[in-house]
């Protein structure tokens, strides 16, 4: 199985900036074939997609995160990063990574960290 770790999660002040880190380890065959992604949820809410970035290094961003937040990935040391600006009170949330296999007779697996805490706040 992939195994993907969070890291960079912290408390950060409105205005402020984090980096998150993703690292992938495990059954890695090709890393950059994977579809990498970082969702957000908190308690009571379902989990919303942030920022994504295909193999092919497309990227795309929920609304609330245009113009803030930049999604990154780094092949050769198996890694995808989230870079957070101008941080809000309501992004507050736990950050999951994802990773999305390249799909194979229409099938594809998609893997989760278990999660960094982030926490804006005054």
């Known amino acids: 199985q992939v195994q993907l770790v969070e890291s960079g999660g912290g408390l950060v002040q409105p205005g402020g900036s984090l980096r998150l880190s993703c690292a992938a380890s495990?059954?890695?065959?090709?890393?950059?074939?994977?579809?990498m992604g970082w969702y957000r949820q908190t308690p009571g809410k379902q989990r919303e997609l942030v920022a994504t970035i295909s193999s092919g290094g497309n990227t795309s961003y929920a609304d609330s995160a245009k113009g803030r937040f930049t999604i990154s990935r780094d092949n050769a040391k198996n890694t995808a990063a989230l870079q957070m600006n101008s941080l809000k009170p309501e992004d507050t949330a736990v950050y999951f990574c994802?990773?999305?296999?390249?799909?194979?007779?229409?099938?594809?697996?998609?893997?989760w960290g278990r999660g960094t805490q982030v926490t804006v706040s005054s």
């Open positions: 495990g059954s890695i065959k090709i890393f950059s074939t994977y579809a």
């Open positions: 994802n990773a999305r296999t390249l799909a194979v007779m229409k099938k594809s697996n998609d893997y």
